[in-house]
């Protein structure tokens, strides 16, 4: 029989139904039951059709892991177009549940769109059919099942969103898959732990960057050297992985996919989770939240990149880093090299003279809008100045990192540990008074100033007092412990210069990760300014070391 004989007006009921029966599951909603498997409601309705010759299945339409409480959901929609078609006119679900969620929508399909295609509507469980004459009990049951069902959904969205909450600020990682150079604990999938292929390529990643490689030629190694993409990397190891950033059959590393590396804090042991969510369980569109309300844990797994060089990586990308014509590498000091007299960036200058060329720094402001001087510097001349300053950097912090056993002692002047301390002498105070008191107790005891009875009672409650004042004290003691801790991990700004102790040449990443800016004056002065300049300098003062993190270039010198 033909669509159309179902339009208004029309009372013609067919004798064959060609019905298409609909299975949907989602662990969202929380359908873990196995009734609710698609085998489960798959053989309810199939038995369904074998009592019911009048029904004739054509085909099975099957939404796995999709939510109930939207109908934007593909076997869903394929299975409207074959209503639209004229393919089928009977729709099998196993009750109301698995065809959907959302009170508004499933009244909107059940009261009226299916009514006005001529679509039979059967939910086997719940005992509705809309083809039978409907009773005053349908008009309210129908509806309430729904609202039910609907506000079971938006009861389970929640407390998954609590329990996801609470396990990102309890620092489980809660994504589906491992981030690129790490892989989920098997006794444990909400830890990482580290891919040492995967983590040695991510390292190489850091150090090219820290050379002023930049991230589309550091792809192109990789591509190169035959280096699976993440996508590809993650499909060799088993895994069901897919990705919105892949277009192609294989995927290839690229600036963007470096890019995303170099960003991600994961490497330093950290995890920042709970960046996007959904305005609610009925809306799927994700929307960024505010950094504020990210959940960061530090340290909840072994990191593959040290955090200073995750630190220098940061500063670099949001450097200057373009490259000259026919380099792969940016320039030695791009970003770093600043004008003394006005702050602006000094920029490089080729200028010809005769068949050679000689490379300047000048000051951008004066080039551009002459709002400043006009003085420049010999790019090999600050190169010789930057190298003399940092083996003399060097030596000098050097010198200092043999005496810092002797700082441990002013580690604990700090005013942290200070109010800590004098909290540990309240509480060490309040220790001593309790046990007198419970000393006292059994004087009064055999004195006969309390009775036995009563002597219990305060014996028990000042030994729980004594005790619960103990345990605060031991807490206070190891939060001084690791104020002590971190005072001197924060003296590990020596590892770094000692890492390029025999430095003979300048490269890039000697230069990003000891100089935080350099500086030129008009008058040929040049100061450079070191990373951990306020730590050495504070040595410097408790030892009376003298730091100058300037090098004077005269104009004689310079010419």
């Known amino acids: 029989m033909k669509q159309d004989e179902y339009d208004s007006g029309q009372s013609k ?41 009048e029904i004739i299945e054509c085909g099975m339409k099957v939404d796995d892991g999709f939510s109930g409480s939207s109908f934007e959901r593909p076997a869903f929609q394929e299975m409207m177009a074959d209503v639209k078609a004229g393919k089928i006119n009977c729709i099998v679900v196993k009750d109301l549940s698995r065809f959907g969620r959302n009170y508004l929508d499933a009244g909107e399909y059940i009261e009226r769109i299916f009514p ?25 049951v129908i509806p309430f099942k729904n609202l039910i069902n609907e506000a079971y959904c938006r009861d389970i969205s929640v407390k998954i969103r609590s329990q996801l909450e609470v396990k990102r600020r309890r620092g489980d990682f809660t994504g589906a898959f491992a981030v690129y150079g790490y892989v989920k604990d098997p006794n444990n999938k909400n830890h990482l732990l580290v891919d040492e292929f995967a983590a040695d390529v991510v390292r190489d990643i850091f150090r090219w960057k820290m050379k002023g490689i930049s991230a589309g030629d550091i792809a192109d190694r990789l591509n190169r050297d035959g280096i699976l993409a993440p996508l590809d990397y993650k499909k060799s190891q088993g895994l069901r992985f897919a990705t919105p950033f892949g277009i192609h059959a294989r995927s290839a590393w690229n600036a963007a996919t470096i890019l995303r590396i170099l960003k991600n804090p994961v490497y330093t042991g950290a995890l ?40 220098i990586v940061q500063k670099v990308l949001a450097m200057d880093t373009r490259t000259s014509p026919g380099n792969a590498a940016v320039e030695l000091f791009s970003g770093i090299v600043y004008c003394g007299e006005c702050g602006a960036a000094m920029v490089r200058k080729t200028v ?12 951008a402001a004066h080039k551009k809008e002459k709002k400043c001087y006009a003085h420049s510097l010999r790019d090999s001349i600050l190169e010789e100045i930057t190298l003399e300053s940092v083996k003399s950097q060097i030596q000098s912090v050097l010198g200092t990192k043999k005496i810092l056993k002797l700082t441990e002692a002013a580690v604990l002047q700090q005013a942290e540990v200070k109010k800590h301390q004098a909290r540990l002498d309240k509480k060490n105070e309040e220790i001593s008074r309790y046990q007198r008191l ?7 005891l055999t004195d006969g100033v309390i009775d036995r009875e009563e002597y219990q009672r305060l014996n028990k409650n000042y030994t729980a007092l004594l005790s619960e004042a103990k345990e605060q004290a031991q807490g206070i003691q190891t939060e001084i412990g690791s104020i002590v801790e971190r005072g001197m991990e924060g003296k590990s700004w020596t590892d770094q210069f ?41 040595m410097g003062r408790e030892h009376l070391f003298e730091i100058r993190g300037t090098v004077e270039w005269q104009k004689q010198s310079a010419k």
Do not use: M
């Open 438 to 444: 419970l000393c006292s107790l059994y004087e009064n």
């Open 116 to 140: 006005f295609l001529g679509v039979r509507f059967i939910a086997v469980n719940d005992n509705y059919d809309s083809l039978r004459s409907r009773t005053e009990s349908d008009e309210l």
């Open 498 to 538: 000692r890492k390029d102790q025999n430095v003979t040449e300048l490269d890039r990443a000697v230069v990003v990760s000891l100089i935080e800016r350099i500086l030129i004056y008009k008058d040929k002065q040049v100061e450079i300014v070191y990373n951990w300049q306020d730590e050495y300098q504070w």
């Open 352 to 363: 010809p003279s005769g068949k050679k060329k000689y490379i300047y720094y000048v000051c």
């Open 272 to 311: 920042e989770q709970g960046k996007n969510t959904t305005p609610s369980y009925k809306v799927k569109r994700r929307i960024v939240k505010p950094r504020e309300e990210w959940c960061v844990v530090k340290g909840v797994h072994e990191a593959v990149i040290d955090q200073h060089d995750f630190e």
């Open 13 to 53: 009921v067919p004798t064959v139904w060609n019905a298409c029966g609909y299975l949907r599951l989602s662990h969202e909603d929380g359908d873990k039951e196995e009734s609710n498997s698609i085998t489960g409601q798959r053989n309810l309705i199939r038995d369904y059709f074998s009592h019911h010759s």
